[in-house]
Protein backbone atom coordinates (compact mmCIF):
# COMPACT_ATOMS: atom_id res chain seq x y z
CA UNK A 1 0.00 0.00 0.00
CA UNK A 2 1.30 3.72 -0.81
CA UNK A 3 1.44 6.31 1.71
CA UNK A 4 -0.44 9.30 0.48
CA UNK A 5 2.24 11.44 0.38
CA UNK A 6 3.91 9.06 -2.42
CA UNK A 7 0.74 9.10 -4.42
CA UNK A 8 0.74 13.00 -4.24
CA UNK A 9 3.99 13.40 -5.14
CA UNK A 10 3.50 10.81 -8.00
CA UNK A 11 0.39 12.03 -9.20
CA UNK A 12 2.18 16.29 -9.01
CA UNK A 13 4.64 14.48 -11.44
CA UNK A 14 1.96 13.51 -13.93
CA UNK A 15 2.58 17.03 -16.17
CA UNK A 16 5.90 16.93 -16.24
CA UNK A 17 5.79 13.21 -17.79
CA UNK A 18 3.20 14.24 -20.17
CA UNK A 19 5.51 16.68 -21.46
CA UNK A 20 8.90 14.93 -21.28
CA UNK A 21 7.40 11.40 -21.18
CA UNK A 22 8.91 10.21 -25.09
CA UNK A 23 12.26 12.28 -23.86
CA UNK A 24 12.50 10.16 -20.62
CA UNK A 25 11.94 6.98 -22.29
CA UNK A 26 14.26 7.50 -25.16
CA UNK A 27 16.65 8.18 -22.51
CA UNK A 28 15.78 4.71 -20.69
CA UNK A 29 16.12 2.47 -23.46
CA UNK A 30 18.91 3.98 -24.66
CA UNK A 31 20.74 3.45 -21.30
CA UNK A 32 19.54 -0.12 -20.77
CA UNK A 33 20.15 -1.18 -23.93
CA UNK A 34 24.51 -0.11 -23.20
CA UNK A 35 24.13 -1.81 -20.23
CA UNK A 36 22.58 -5.42 -21.22
CA UNK A 37 22.38 -5.52 -24.81
CA UNK A 38 21.35 -8.57 -24.16
CA UNK A 39 17.40 -7.21 -24.16
CA UNK A 40 17.50 -6.53 -26.83
CA UNK A 41 16.69 -9.77 -28.71
CA UNK A 42 12.98 -8.80 -26.65
CA UNK A 43 12.05 -5.70 -28.40
CA UNK A 44 11.47 -5.09 -32.03
CA UNK A 45 14.43 -2.66 -33.53
CA UNK A 46 11.80 -1.15 -36.06
CA UNK A 47 9.37 0.06 -33.34
CA UNK A 48 12.82 1.68 -31.96
CA UNK A 49 13.39 3.42 -34.33
CA UNK A 50 10.19 4.74 -35.38
CA UNK A 51 9.62 5.82 -31.75
CA UNK A 52 6.47 3.47 -31.61
CA UNK A 53 8.30 1.60 -28.70
CA UNK A 54 9.25 4.94 -26.57
CA UNK A 55 6.17 6.51 -27.27
CA UNK A 56 3.80 3.80 -26.13
CA UNK A 57 5.68 3.48 -22.39
CA UNK A 58 5.82 7.07 -22.53
CA UNK A 59 2.21 7.04 -22.47
CA UNK A 60 1.91 4.12 -19.77
CA UNK A 61 4.22 5.86 -17.66
CA UNK A 62 1.88 8.79 -17.67
CA UNK A 63 -1.21 6.85 -16.82
CA UNK A 64 0.59 5.25 -14.07
CA UNK A 65 1.55 8.37 -12.92
CA UNK A 66 -1.97 9.84 -13.19
CA UNK A 67 -3.70 6.77 -11.88
CA UNK A 68 -1.47 5.56 -9.40
CA UNK A 69 -4.43 6.24 -6.80
CA UNK A 70 -7.02 4.08 -8.86
CA UNK A 71 -4.47 1.19 -10.63
CA UNK A 72 -7.55 -0.89 -11.27
CA UNK A 73 -8.03 1.67 -14.19
CA UNK A 74 -4.94 0.72 -15.64
CA UNK A 75 -5.94 -3.23 -15.74
CA UNK A 76 -7.15 -3.23 -19.07
CA UNK A 77 -3.76 -1.49 -20.40
CA UNK A 78 -2.01 -3.93 -18.20
CA UNK A 79 -3.50 -7.34 -19.34
CA UNK A 80 -2.73 -6.31 -23.11
CA UNK A 81 0.75 -5.44 -22.15
CA UNK A 82 1.05 -8.52 -19.97
CA UNK A 83 -0.12 -10.80 -22.96
CA UNK A 84 2.86 -9.30 -25.18
CA UNK A 85 5.06 -9.68 -22.29
CA UNK A 86 4.39 -13.59 -21.80
CA UNK A 87 4.65 -14.32 -25.30
CA UNK A 88 8.43 -12.54 -25.13
CA UNK A 89 9.07 -14.90 -22.05
CA UNK A 90 9.44 -11.50 -19.73
CA UNK A 91 10.38 -12.28 -16.08
CA UNK A 92 9.88 -11.45 -12.77
CA UNK A 93 13.61 -10.78 -12.89
CA UNK A 94 13.30 -8.13 -15.36
CA UNK A 95 11.76 -5.65 -13.40
CA UNK A 96 14.24 -4.78 -11.09
CA UNK A 97 16.48 -3.67 -14.22
CA UNK A 98 14.07 -1.82 -16.05
CA UNK A 99 13.31 0.20 -12.80
CA UNK A 100 16.55 0.85 -12.32
CA UNK A 101 17.21 2.33 -15.48
CA UNK A 102 13.55 4.07 -15.97
CA UNK A 103 14.40 5.96 -12.46
CA UNK A 104 17.60 6.96 -14.03
CA UNK A 105 16.20 8.43 -16.82
CA UNK A 106 13.95 10.80 -15.02
CA UNK A 107 16.43 11.75 -13.09
CA UNK A 108 18.61 12.49 -16.24
CA UNK A 109 16.06 14.34 -18.01
CA UNK A 110 14.70 16.49 -15.30
CA UNK A 111 17.51 17.21 -13.64
CA UNK A 112 17.17 18.88 -10.68
CA UNK A 113 13.80 18.77 -10.82
CA UNK A 114 14.09 14.71 -9.91
CA UNK A 115 14.63 15.44 -6.47
CA UNK A 116 15.36 12.98 -4.05
CA UNK A 117 11.86 12.57 -2.69
CA UNK A 118 10.61 12.32 -6.17
CA UNK A 119 13.11 9.73 -6.93
CA UNK A 120 12.08 7.77 -3.89
CA UNK A 121 8.36 8.08 -4.49
CA UNK A 122 8.78 6.58 -8.50
CA UNK A 123 10.86 3.76 -6.94
CA UNK A 124 8.35 3.00 -3.92
CA UNK A 125 5.53 3.08 -6.93
CA UNK A 126 7.18 1.61 -9.35
CA UNK A 127 7.71 -1.21 -7.03
CA UNK A 128 3.76 -1.34 -6.80
CA UNK A 129 3.19 -1.39 -10.22
CA UNK A 130 5.90 -4.09 -11.38
CA UNK A 131 4.32 -6.27 -8.83
CA UNK A 132 0.80 -5.73 -10.63
CA UNK A 133 2.42 -6.86 -13.73
CA UNK A 134 3.96 -9.77 -12.10
CA UNK A 135 1.43 -10.93 -10.70
CA UNK A 136 -1.00 -10.96 -13.95
CA UNK A 137 1.75 -12.40 -15.86
CA UNK A 138 2.14 -15.46 -13.81
CA UNK A 139 -1.01 -16.37 -13.78
CA UNK A 140 -0.88 -16.21 -17.37
CA UNK A 141 2.36 -18.21 -17.66
CA UNK A 142 0.26 -20.61 -15.61
CA UNK A 143 -2.48 -21.35 -17.91
CA UNK A 144 -0.46 -21.52 -21.01
CA UNK A 145 1.54 -24.17 -19.60
CA UNK A 146 -1.63 -25.93 -18.12
CA UNK A 147 -3.67 -25.40 -21.10
CA UNK A 148 -3.81 -29.21 -22.99
CA UNK A 149 -0.79 -29.66 -25.13
CA UNK A 150 0.28 -26.24 -23.81
CA UNK A 151 4.16 -25.04 -22.80
CA UNK A 152 5.53 -22.10 -20.33
CA UNK A 153 8.10 -20.63 -22.79
CA UNK A 154 9.42 -21.27 -26.18
CA UNK A 155 8.97 -24.56 -28.27
CA UNK A 156 10.37 -25.95 -31.17
CA UNK A 157 7.95 -26.11 -33.95
CA UNK A 158 9.26 -27.15 -37.54
CA UNK A 159 7.84 -25.63 -40.90
CA UNK A 160 5.58 -27.94 -42.71
CA UNK A 161 4.26 -25.49 -45.49
CA UNK A 162 5.05 -22.35 -46.84
CA UNK A 163 2.74 -21.17 -49.28
CA UNK A 164 2.59 -17.45 -51.51
CA UNK A 165 -0.60 -15.57 -50.94
CA UNK A 166 -0.11 -12.68 -52.71
CA UNK A 167 2.94 -10.52 -54.38
CA UNK A 168 3.69 -9.77 -50.43
CA UNK A 169 2.12 -12.39 -48.11
CA UNK A 170 3.78 -15.61 -47.65
CA UNK A 171 1.60 -18.37 -44.83
CA UNK A 172 3.86 -20.57 -42.51
CA UNK A 173 2.41 -23.71 -41.45
CA UNK A 174 3.92 -24.84 -37.97
CA UNK A 175 4.14 -28.06 -36.45
CA UNK A 176 5.21 -28.90 -33.27
CA UNK A 177 8.50 -30.55 -33.34
CA UNK A 178 7.45 -32.90 -30.70
CA UNK A 179 4.65 -34.30 -32.83
CA UNK A 180 1.85 -32.78 -30.43
CA UNK A 181 -0.42 -30.68 -31.82
CA UNK A 182 -1.26 -27.47 -31.17
CA UNK A 183 -3.07 -26.19 -28.08
CA UNK A 184 -6.44 -24.22 -28.84
CA UNK A 185 -6.72 -20.45 -28.92
CA UNK A 186 -8.76 -17.64 -29.28
CA UNK A 187 -9.29 -16.51 -33.19
CA UNK A 188 -7.17 -13.22 -33.09
CA UNK A 189 -4.71 -13.89 -30.81
CA UNK A 190 -1.10 -14.01 -32.07
CA UNK A 191 2.20 -16.16 -31.05
CA UNK A 192 5.83 -15.19 -30.76
CA UNK A 193 8.81 -17.23 -32.94
CA UNK A 194 12.36 -17.04 -32.17
CA UNK A 195 15.10 -16.89 -34.53
CA UNK A 196 18.35 -16.79 -35.21
CA UNK A 197 19.83 -14.24 -38.12
CA UNK A 198 23.36 -14.29 -39.52
CA UNK A 199 24.91 -11.40 -38.44
CA UNK A 200 22.89 -10.82 -35.35
CA UNK A 201 24.56 -11.16 -31.97
CA UNK A 202 21.56 -11.98 -29.98
CA UNK A 203 18.28 -14.39 -31.05
CA UNK A 204 15.78 -12.17 -32.41
CA UNK A 205 11.29 -12.46 -31.43
CA UNK A 206 8.47 -10.93 -33.70
CA UNK A 207 4.92 -11.55 -32.98
CA UNK A 208 2.55 -13.02 -35.70
CA UNK A 209 -1.29 -13.38 -35.86
CA UNK A 210 -2.59 -17.09 -36.32
CA UNK A 211 -3.95 -16.69 -39.65
CA UNK A 212 -6.62 -19.22 -39.52
CA UNK A 213 -9.59 -20.98 -36.81
CA UNK A 214 -8.18 -22.90 -33.71
CA UNK A 215 -8.53 -26.54 -33.97
CA UNK A 216 -6.06 -27.48 -36.98
CA UNK A 217 -2.99 -29.98 -35.56
CA UNK A 218 -0.64 -26.67 -36.73
CA UNK A 219 -0.63 -22.90 -36.62
CA UNK A 220 -0.44 -20.74 -39.53
CA UNK A 221 1.01 -17.44 -39.22
CA UNK A 222 1.18 -15.30 -42.52
CA UNK A 223 3.98 -12.42 -42.66
CA UNK A 224 4.47 -9.74 -45.16
CA UNK A 225 7.80 -8.92 -46.20
CA UNK A 226 8.77 -5.85 -45.37
CA UNK A 227 11.65 -5.60 -47.59
CA UNK A 228 11.37 -1.12 -48.46
CA UNK A 229 11.34 -0.52 -44.47
CA UNK A 230 14.71 -1.27 -42.87
CA UNK A 231 15.31 -2.31 -40.13
CA UNK A 232 11.38 -3.55 -40.08
CA UNK A 233 11.69 -6.25 -42.64
CA UNK A 234 15.24 -8.18 -41.30
CA UNK A 235 12.64 -10.53 -40.24
CA UNK A 236 10.05 -10.94 -42.02
CA UNK A 237 12.72 -11.06 -45.21
CA UNK A 238 14.97 -13.97 -43.29
CA UNK A 239 11.43 -16.12 -42.88
CA UNK A 240 10.64 -15.33 -46.49
CA UNK A 241 13.89 -15.77 -48.54
CA UNK A 242 15.79 -18.43 -46.13
CA UNK A 243 13.47 -20.64 -44.11
CA UNK A 244 12.16 -23.45 -45.82
CA UNK A 245 10.23 -26.56 -45.19
CA UNK A 246 11.67 -28.44 -42.61
CA UNK A 247 13.50 -25.54 -40.93
CA UNK A 248 12.79 -25.37 -37.21
CA UNK A 249 11.48 -22.36 -35.51
CA UNK A 250 11.18 -21.41 -31.28
CA UNK A 251 7.29 -20.51 -30.63
CA UNK A 252 5.51 -19.66 -28.02
CA UNK A 253 2.19 -20.52 -26.65
CA UNK A 254 -0.78 -18.14 -28.02
CA UNK A 255 -1.50 -14.84 -26.70
CA UNK A 256 -3.34 -11.62 -26.99
CA UNK A 257 -6.68 -9.59 -26.00
CA UNK A 258 -7.82 -9.03 -29.57
CA UNK A 259 -10.38 -11.88 -30.16
CA UNK A 260 -13.55 -12.69 -31.76
CA UNK A 261 -16.58 -12.70 -29.19
CA UNK A 262 -19.16 -15.61 -29.86
CA UNK A 263 -22.44 -14.69 -29.76
CA UNK A 264 -25.43 -13.18 -32.29
CA UNK A 265 -24.57 -9.96 -32.47
CA UNK A 266 -23.71 -9.29 -35.85
CA UNK A 267 -19.75 -8.79 -36.65
CA UNK A 268 -17.63 -6.68 -38.97
CA UNK A 269 -14.24 -7.79 -39.87
CA UNK A 270 -12.45 -4.97 -41.42
CA UNK A 271 -8.85 -5.70 -42.27
CA UNK A 272 -6.74 -3.47 -44.36
CA UNK A 273 -3.16 -5.29 -45.56
CA UNK A 274 -1.76 -7.85 -43.77
CA UNK A 275 -3.76 -6.79 -40.76
CA UNK A 276 -6.23 -9.85 -42.81
CA UNK A 277 -4.31 -11.92 -40.71
CA UNK A 278 -6.48 -11.89 -37.32
CA UNK A 279 -9.73 -11.60 -39.43
CA UNK A 280 -8.88 -15.25 -41.35
CA UNK A 281 -9.11 -16.61 -37.93
CA UNK A 282 -11.70 -14.88 -36.65
CA UNK A 283 -13.45 -15.51 -40.14
CA UNK A 284 -12.76 -19.61 -40.32
CA UNK A 285 -13.87 -19.28 -36.43
CA UNK A 286 -17.70 -17.88 -37.33
CA UNK A 287 -17.77 -20.84 -40.30
CA UNK A 288 -17.25 -23.37 -37.91
CA UNK A 289 -19.32 -22.59 -34.84
CA UNK A 290 -21.77 -19.61 -35.60
CA UNK A 291 -22.74 -20.23 -39.61
CA UNK A 292 -25.88 -18.09 -39.25
CA UNK A 293 -24.46 -15.41 -37.64
CA UNK A 294 -24.61 -11.79 -39.81
CA UNK A 295 -21.13 -11.39 -40.84
CA UNK A 296 -19.49 -8.31 -42.79
CA UNK A 297 -15.80 -9.12 -44.11
CA UNK A 298 -14.15 -5.88 -45.44
CA UNK A 299 -10.89 -6.43 -46.55
CA UNK A 300 -8.33 -3.16 -48.23
CA UNK A 301 -5.38 -4.37 -50.05
CA UNK A 302 -3.03 -1.94 -52.15
CA UNK A 303 -4.25 -3.95 -55.45
CA UNK A 304 -5.18 -7.35 -56.84
CA UNK A 305 -1.21 -8.76 -56.71
CA UNK A 306 -1.41 -7.56 -52.80
CA UNK A 307 -5.18 -9.41 -52.23
CA UNK A 308 -4.59 -12.14 -50.16
CA UNK A 309 -6.40 -14.97 -49.19
CA UNK A 310 -9.32 -13.59 -51.44
CA UNK A 311 -10.57 -16.90 -52.93
CA UNK A 312 -10.31 -18.78 -49.10
CA UNK A 313 -12.45 -15.79 -47.67
CA UNK A 314 -15.12 -15.85 -50.50
CA UNK A 315 -15.27 -19.67 -49.83
CA UNK A 316 -15.95 -19.17 -46.26
CA UNK A 317 -18.09 -16.12 -46.51
CA UNK A 318 -20.43 -18.26 -48.80
CA UNK A 319 -20.83 -20.88 -46.55
CA UNK A 320 -22.74 -18.88 -44.11
CA UNK A 321 -26.17 -17.80 -44.32
CA UNK A 322 -26.01 -14.17 -43.88
CA UNK A 323 -22.46 -13.38 -44.78
CA UNK A 324 -21.25 -10.31 -47.20
CA UNK A 325 -17.33 -9.87 -48.17
CA UNK A 326 -16.38 -6.13 -50.12
CA UNK A 327 -12.93 -5.58 -51.38
CA UNK A 328 -11.03 -2.70 -51.81
CA UNK A 329 -8.06 -1.75 -53.99
CA UNK A 330 -6.30 1.58 -53.49
CA UNK A 331 -5.60 1.16 -57.10
CA UNK A 332 -6.72 -0.76 -59.86
CA UNK A 333 -3.34 -2.27 -62.31
CA UNK A 334 -5.97 -3.63 -64.67
CA UNK A 335 -9.44 -2.32 -66.11
CA UNK A 336 -10.21 -6.16 -65.82
CA UNK A 337 -9.63 -6.23 -61.57
CA UNK A 338 -12.67 -6.52 -60.06
CA UNK A 339 -13.41 -4.68 -56.22
CA UNK A 340 -16.03 -2.99 -54.68
CA UNK A 341 -14.16 0.01 -54.17
CA UNK A 342 -11.41 2.07 -55.50
CA UNK A 343 -9.34 4.30 -53.11
CA UNK A 344 -9.83 4.57 -49.46
CA UNK A 345 -12.58 2.34 -47.74
CA UNK A 346 -14.97 5.68 -46.66
CA UNK A 347 -17.72 6.33 -43.67
CA UNK A 348 -20.19 6.26 -46.66
CA UNK A 349 -19.18 2.61 -47.56
CA UNK A 350 -19.27 2.10 -44.13
CA UNK A 351 -22.56 3.37 -43.51
CA UNK A 352 -24.40 1.18 -46.17
CA UNK A 353 -22.51 -1.52 -45.63
CA UNK A 354 -23.02 -2.36 -41.75
CA UNK A 355 -25.23 -2.76 -39.33
CA UNK A 356 -25.10 -0.23 -36.59
CA UNK A 357 -25.30 -2.90 -33.85
CA UNK A 358 -22.06 -4.62 -35.23
CA UNK A 359 -19.17 -5.90 -33.39
CA UNK A 360 -16.52 -3.94 -35.30
CA UNK A 361 -12.96 -5.32 -35.25
CA UNK A 362 -9.97 -3.17 -37.14
CA UNK A 363 -6.39 -3.85 -38.03
CA UNK A 364 -4.12 -2.73 -40.54
CA UNK A 365 -2.08 -0.10 -40.56
CA UNK A 366 -2.40 2.81 -38.18
CA UNK A 367 -3.36 5.26 -40.47
CA UNK A 368 -6.23 2.90 -41.87
CA UNK A 369 -7.05 2.08 -38.77
CA UNK A 370 -7.29 5.53 -37.69
CA UNK A 371 -9.67 6.44 -40.69
CA UNK A 372 -11.78 3.30 -40.39
CA UNK A 373 -12.14 3.87 -36.26
CA UNK A 374 -12.94 7.65 -36.55
CA UNK A 375 -15.44 6.92 -38.84
CA UNK A 376 -17.06 4.20 -37.20
CA UNK A 377 -17.01 6.47 -33.76
CA UNK A 378 -18.34 9.26 -35.78
CA UNK A 379 -21.36 6.93 -37.37
CA UNK A 380 -22.21 6.41 -34.08
CA UNK A 381 -21.20 2.87 -33.67
CA UNK A 382 -21.02 2.10 -29.43
CA UNK A 383 -17.41 2.51 -28.57
CA UNK A 384 -17.81 -0.78 -26.49
CA UNK A 385 -17.91 -2.15 -30.03
CA UNK A 386 -15.29 -0.87 -31.73
CA UNK A 387 -11.86 -3.04 -31.18
CA UNK A 388 -8.62 -2.90 -32.78
CA UNK A 389 -5.48 -4.65 -32.80
CA UNK A 390 -2.28 -3.16 -33.15
CA UNK A 391 1.19 -5.05 -34.90
CA UNK A 392 3.37 -3.75 -32.43
CA UNK A 393 3.30 -1.32 -29.15
CA UNK A 394 -0.25 0.33 -28.70
CA UNK A 395 -1.15 3.68 -29.78
CA UNK A 396 -3.39 6.25 -29.50
CA UNK A 397 -5.89 6.43 -32.44
CA UNK A 398 -8.29 9.53 -31.40
CA UNK A 399 -7.12 12.63 -29.68
Not at 1 to 13: A, C, E, R
Not at 130 to 138: L, M
Not at 283 to 305: C, H, M, W, Y
Not at 331 to 360: P, R
Amino acid sequence: MLSQKTIDIVKSTAPILETHGVEITTYFYRTLFEAHPELLNIFNHANQSKGRQQTALANTVYAAAKYIDQLEVLLPAVKQIAHKHRSLAIKAEHYPIVGEYLLKAIKGVLGDGATDEVIAAWGEAYGVIAQVFIDVEKEMYTQAEQQQNGWKDFKEFVIEKKVKESSLITSFYLKAKDGEPAPDYLPGQYITIRTSIPGEEFLVNRQYSLSQAPGSDSFRISVKREADHNPEGKVSVYLHDKLQEGDTLEVSAPAGDFYLEQGTQPVALIAGGVGVTPMMAMLGSIVQNEPDRKTVFIQAARNKDAHAFGEEAAQQIGQLSDGKMYVAYAEKKNETDVCDVTGHVSKSFLKEVLDLNSICYVCGPVAFMQAVVQHLAELGFNEQNIKYEFFGPAMALQA
